[in-house]
């Protein structure tokens, strides 16, 4: 009996996880027993979601072990990315999760058990069961998540995963779940909580685990752990390349572009966008794209360009072959009398294929028959071969590999002296180490702005993290 | 360039989707007149070339709105034609050398119709299947209250051109085949319509990448309303009046068109001679029916299994490609 109490709720013995050449998950072994309060930190890309998916089951591993030596009953996950059905109430969307609710009269049971679950954890938050989740605020709607993420639902909760649960949150209701979060570990829950907000993890986790590019690099009892600590264990990793980002400041200080949230960028200027991914960078900057053109009219010289970073939303001509899709922004200027001048748009297509070395024979290619490393450079020849002054970059590196990012920099850095300016927006630390001037978002706003060689991982991950005590 | 594929050119052209639509229409051809053993070919082919044009006509219109992407059609177009037949027949009233008067007229309703229908779409926000719809209803309702049932015959010189030959062929087939080359050079020679394919692609990705996406649109809108126009000016002096019901078929003739002429129903890609060749298609299936004695009603059974054949066919074809 004694052994079943303690036995973990999942182990982990150096699960793996890949996607093609990418590792997501790259060995990692830790188990979690009930009434452990677990906290994940660690930036982007460093394998937090994945870890999430793999214990809740949505892909397993590529390679190691995901257990579950109780079995997986009661392992519920809660997403940042709200996941009800908005035309739904409250108490119908706690049915989908609910293996039990079959029978007539299930909307009774199931508003009293939502109810219960609601008063549990967020006393006092006025939630009508009977409410569609669309009437909700996206706090209210979280709320609800949560709520259902601890409800019995036919058997009891026993590990829930908690992906940046305040985010949504003001400080009142987000303080009201983590008690909820002791008193549940104090019960033999047990939490995996992963948050940004570092003030909160060190308040509610018992130990405190760093993820890193798909490795745990550090796992300790919270108390063993400083903020400062944390920090520096996150990070790190461009130290050896922040040296060669020797700022080639452009040749004037004439301001082509100043928005209103305060992004000043002058010409031939490279400047980032970071902080964390979704803390309206991608916004600001299709915000910032969308006024410098038109829907309604195009000249022959645009102000600004884009390369997109996911590239099926916001880049890809799906239909099209490898040379229209490199050539449309620059059909207005190089047309006579609005018919294309299809031997201008060639000439330009072959420069830009070898500048940039796009791996094709034949430009008449569909587009799509190339990887996706060699899509994003059709992207990148497709906004350089413009004459733009303006450069908008959403995250453009997605899926491109080393080398090549190589030459891209090179290039960005070569098209910045001659004057143009770049806007980019990056999830990589190590790319916005390669800018003159550096803007950290943190909700929506920008927290910092940081030039030369200010521009370091440490400063720029301390703009991000919301920080409580003055550091 | 210099590489010219080297597949034989035979090959190629079954892996385009428009060459189903010609096929299917010579089969039809073949089938009537294997009934006579020959007899009325040349007949046949002239009919089928009048009715065709007008029904290519409205279809190339459509086709442009149609590669706008999914959700962009124009339901308005017969209540378009009618209108801009019964404002052009009415400001004519069949007084000789009036013609191009009345041409003007009809142009300028599909002008109106075509900016009213964006505005709709653009100002409110509507799905345009609704907006163009709704908006029918009222094109309908003027063309009914400023006919009052009058039956006004088109003026001698302009229903002699609308019925008329030039080299064999119909005037109204030569019409049909000037605005088929116009429509062709600017899909595939024009910046507006790589402009038109971007958007039908990916509207977001070509707004990005530097489109007015919203002018191509507004655009798109006001060329099928004034093909539409034309269509309905050309067979009112055709059929020697403009009747209240005279472009009811043409609704689905016009979306059947594009469909079956290889175009991609789900935008980004169209086809001129697809159309042209579906258009023909459309009218000999009818005539073939009709000569083998079918009746109403399997006449439209089979039309409909027809359409969907080809298709299958055609797009088949494409997954293959």
Redesign the interface.
């Known amino acids: 009996m004694s052994e079943h109490e303690t036995a973990p709720i999942v182990a982990l013995t150096d699960a793996a996880r890949h996607f093609g050449p990418v590792r997501a998950l790259d060995g990692v072994s830790l188990s979690v027993a009930p009434g452990d309060c677990l906290g994940l930190v660690g930036h982007n890309g460093a394998g937090k979601s994945t870890l999430v998916n793999l214990i809740n089951g949505t892909f397993g591993p590529s390679g190691g072990q995901v257990a579950f030596p109780q079995g997986s009953e009661g392992v519920r996950s809660v997403f940042q990315e709200l996941s009800l059905c908005p035309n739904l109430t409250v108490a119908e969307n706690l049915r989908i999760p609910h293996p039990g609710l079959k029978r007539p009269g299930w909307r009774r049971i199931a508003r009293a058990e939502i109810r219960a679950s609601l008063d549990a954890v967020f006393p006092g938050h006025g939630i009508d069961a009977d409410s569609e989740v669309d009437t909700l605020s996206i706090a209210e709607r979280q709320m609800v998540e949560i709520a259902i993420g601890f409800a019995p639902r036919g058997g009891a909760a026993r590990l829930v995963i908690l992906d940046e649960p305040t985010s949504a949150l003001d400080a009142g209701i987000a303080e009201q779940l983590l008690a909820h979060i002791r008193r549940f570990c104090e019960g033999g829950g047990a939490v995996i909580f992963i948050s940004h907000m570092l003030g909160e993890v060190f308040s509610v986790a018992s130990r405190i685990i760093v993820l890193k590019d798909g490795r745990i690099v550090a796992e300790r009892e919270a108390a063993g752990f400083t903020r400062q600590g944390l920090v520096d264990a996150m990070g790190h990793v461009a130290a050896e390349t922040g040296g060669t980002a020797a700022p080639a400041r452009g040749t004037a200080d004439e301001i082509v572009i100043r928005t209103a949230e305060g992004l000043v960028a002058r010409r031939g200027e490279i400047v980032g966008l970071s902080g964390l991914a979704g803390h309206g960078q991608a916004a600001a900057l299709a915000r910032l794209f969308l006024s410098q053109t038109s829907d309604w009219r195009a000249g022959r010289a645009p102000r600004a360009v884009f390369v997109a970073g996911d590239r099926p939303r916001d880049g890809v001509l799906p239909l099209w072959s490898i040379l229209r899709n490199i050539s449309i922004s620059v059909l207005r200027r190089d047309a006579w009398r609005g018919l294309v001048n299809r031997e201008a748009e060639r000439r330009v297509a072959e420069d830009w294929r070898r500048r940039i070395g796009i791996r094709t024979d034949n430009l008449d290619n569909p587009l799509l028959s190339l990887s996706g490393g060699n899509q994003q450079k059709v992207l990148f020849a497709r906004a350089l071969a413009s004459d733009a002054p303006l450069v908008v970059m959403d995250d453009p590196m997605r899926g491109v590999d080393v080398g090549t990012k190589q030459d891209v920099y090179a290039m960005i850095r070569t098209e910045a002296a001659a004057g143009r300016t770049f806007l980019w927006y990056s999830t990589e630390t190590e790319e916005v180490c390669q800018c003159d001037r550096v803007f950290v978002f943190r909700n929506h706003a920008i927290s910092a702005e940081l030039t030369g060689a200010d521009i370091t991982e440490e400063k720029i991950l301390e703009a991000s993290f919301e920080m409580q005590e003055a550091s | 360039?210099s590489?010219a594929p080297t597949k034989s050119a035979l090959l190629q052209g079954f892996t385009r989707p428009w060459i189903w639509a010609w096929l299917a229409a010579a089969l039809a051809f073949a089938a009537t007149l294997g009934l006579t053993s020959g007899r009325g070919a040349g007949e046949l082919a002239y009919a089928a070339l009048s009715f065709g044009a007008f029904a290519a006509i409205v279809g190339m219109g459509q086709m442009l709105v149609i590669t706008l992407g999914p959700g962009n059609v124009d339901l308005s177009i017969p209540a378009t034609m009618t209108l801009a037949a019964t404002l052009a027949l009415k400001t004519m009233g069949s007084d000789p050398g009036t013609a191009m008067l009345g041409l003007a007229v009809a142009l300028a309703v599909g002008l109106a119709v075509g900016l009213a229908n964006f505005a709709l779409i653009y100002l409110l926000r509507l799905p345009p299947i609704i907006a163009t719809l709704a908006a029918s209803l009222v094109y309908q309702s003027v063309a009914i209250w400023s006919n009052r049932g009058l039956r006004i015959k088109p003026p001698e010189g302009l229903a002699d051109f609308a019925t008329g030959r030039f080299l064999g062929l119909p005037n109204v087939a030569w019409v049909g085949l000037a605005l088929a080359i116009a429509v062709w050079?600017v899909l595939e020679?024009?910046?507006?319509g790589?402009?038109l394919?971007?958007s039908g692609?990916?509207l977001?990705?070509?707004?990005?990448?530097?489109?007015?996406?919203?002018?191509v649109r507004a655009a798109t809108y006001v060329a099928v309303a004034v093909m539409a126009a034309l269509a309905g000016y050309l067979l009112a002096s055709f059929s020697g009046g403009a009747a209240l019901n005279m472009g009811g078929e043409y609704l689905l003739m016009s979306i059947a068109v594009v469909v079956i002429g290889g175009s991609?129903i789900a935008g980004?890609?169209s086809n001129v001679p697809g159309v042209w060749g579906a258009a023909l298609f459309m009218f000999l299936v009818v005539s073939t029916l009709n000569s083998y004695g079918a009746g109403a009603g399997v006449r439209n059974l089979l039309t409909g299994a027809i359409i969907i054949a080809i298709v299958i066919a055609a797009s088949t074809r494409r997954v293959r490609r």
């Open positions: 360039m590489t050079v020679r024009s910046v507006w790589r402009w394919l971007a692609q990916n977001r990705a070509a707004r990005l990448a530097g489109v007015p996406v919203e002018a991609s980004g890609n």
